[in-house]
């Protein structure tokens, strides 16, 4: 994790760069749908085809940038002439790193994907965390675009975790003035 506060640059900027990064627009495109095909997204965010990883970066970010995820909840590859069916194991995309960013009194955490999607947690890019039930593990995802989001990989987690507030029992973080909660503490075991 960096900070970006130490090397001058302030949050005003960041937000701007990153609102001229654009994907092409699959949100708008409604072609018919040609079947399922055998590409798998597992949830440490590999894809696979046929059984075999995509090892090539390029191709997979190509298609990431054609990723949507319906109201009926399957995931997409989507182009103006064609909608196609995939598997995603948990989310299509994993939050491999977090810049804190440290603007004068405003405070906010950019999370870049392993596919190089960069957001700004905020009113557009919550925060969630679900806790699995039998294990009590938590499982937090940062909204990255449409109806996709980001699984936050475990040590960019511990990280944020760690610049959380406690309040009322639960782990807060403040991000572009949007709170946060990434779970509750039991104060008994504390």
């Not at 069916?85 to 491999?96: E, K, L, N, W, Y």
Request: hydrophobic share 35%; aromatic share 8%; charged share 30%.
């Amino acid at each position: 994790m960096s900070d970006h506060a130490a090397k001058g640059l302030n949050l005003e900027d960041i937000l701007k760069q990153l609102e001229g990064k654009k994907h092409p627009p699959v949100e708008r495109w409604n072609p018919d749908f040609c079947g399922d095909i055998d590409m798998r997204i597992a949830s440490d965010g590999t894809w696979f085809y046929m059984g075999t990883p995509i090892t090539r970066d390029r191709m997979v970010r190509l298609f990431s940038t054609v990723l949507r995820k319906d109201e009926d909840g399957k995931t997409y590859l989507v182009t103006p002439v064609e909608k196609i069916g995939i598997t995603v194991d948990d989310a299509p995309f994993v939050a491999t790193q977090m810049d804190h960013i440290q603007d004068g009194d405003k405070e906010a955490f950019k999370f870049t994907t392993n596919v190089g999607d960069e957001v700004i947690a905020g009113p557009d890019h919550p925060i969630r965390v679900e806790v699995n039930e039998e294990t009590g593990e938590p499982r937090p995802y940062v909204h990255v675009r449409g109806r996709l989001e980001a699984l936050i990989a475990r040590p960019v987690f511990y990280d944020l975790v760690e610049r959380a507030a406690l309040k009322e029992g639960a782990m807060i973080i403040s991000s572009l003035g949007q709170e946060f909660s990434l779970g509750h503490v039991d104060m008994e075991d504390a």
